[in-house]
């Protein structure tokens, strides 16, 4: 195990100016890497403690600036257009990827790191997605995933896309069937 100071709010883990023990591949692979932590020694904390205030400062005025985008984010609903089979099965998957560059184009920067999905999304319909816009502020938008633009708009309106057609070829063939039951009766009257 290895001791670190954490620079930022680290999601089951801790917050700043803690001392948590980690695995060492944790550290070193992620919360080193990444800034999110520094090694625990008495330079360092001596350090740490002077740059405390500051640290501070500028992760209360990267959280206000998140609580901001996130109020103009709340809400929204993204579109990913795929391919599917009849069931709504999609023929692979929408990953973070996706999501992050759906969320870009509808306006606001995020990287792919920021979007917290359990696991990737591979049926048709509306999915909730967490971005994470500062380790201590969160939103939910939805993912619209759909074969195409009608169909995300008939979800959005909450109809499901494959029942609508299901029911559309219903009525289909409970015409070609009347039709055909009346073309039968035309030709059994006597002339």
């Known amino acids: 195990m290895v001791d670190l100071i954490l620079l930022e709010r680290v ?31 008495k330079e360092n904390m001596a350090y740490f403690e002077t740059q405390r205030a500051q640290l501070e400062a500028n992760n209360l005025q990267r959280r206000s600036d998140a609580m901001v985008i996130a109020e103009k984010m709340e809400g929204l609903t993204v579109v990913v257009i795929r391919q599917a089979g009849e069931s709504g099965q999609l023929y692979g998957s929408v990953a973070v990827r996706d999501i992050a560059e759906a969320v870009t184009a509808a306006g606001y920067t995020v990287d ?38 009608e169909g995300a708009r008939m979800q959005a309106a909450g109809i499901d896309p494959a029942h609508q057609i299901e029911e559309e070829e219903e009525a289909a063939r409970a015409e070609a069937q009347a039709a055909w039951a009346a073309a039968q009766d035309e030709s059994e009257r006597p002339a």
């Open 112 to 149: 792919k790191t920021q979007i917290v999905l359990d696991r990737p999304i591979k049926t048709i319909g509306l999915h909730p997605v967490r971005v994470m816009l500062h380790p201590e502020v969160g939103v939910t938008v939805t993912a619209n995933v759909a074969q195409s633009e």
């Open 11 to 41: 999601e089951k883990l801790g917050q700043m100016g803690q001392v948590v023990k980690v695995k060492p591949g944790y550290a070193r692979n992620y919360l080193l890497p990444q800034k999110k932590a520094m090694r625990a020694t």
